[in-house]
């Protein structure tokens, strides 16, 4: 069973992760996934990776709200360090594209 809502959030995820805790968390999502009968639904997390900082975590059901409160904290906290990745290029989304811009 392909899923790509499970698939996209943990490739964005880990585009983002810069520390043991956000590969930690990465790995256990990852373990949901593997283990889960259901994927994410697509257009939420489309919608997600398009505008994290507008997106209700309260649109995923539990136990997936955690890892997107997490992807939205990763975002903020890369921007402030100055990363402005957040989305990534997915013909099959249709999701716009940012690069990796990190201040040397």
Known sequence: MNKQGFSKLLEAM??????VNDREICKKLETLMLTSKDDLNVLSIKTLLQNPMEFDPKDVPDPYTQYVKHF???????????????????????TVSKKIERKK
């Open 14 to 19: 880990r585009k983002l992760s810069i520390d």
């Open 72 to 94: 939205i904290y990763m975002v903020k906290r890369n921007e402030k360090m100055g990363s402005q990745i957040h989305v990534y290029e997915d013909d099959e989304l249709g």
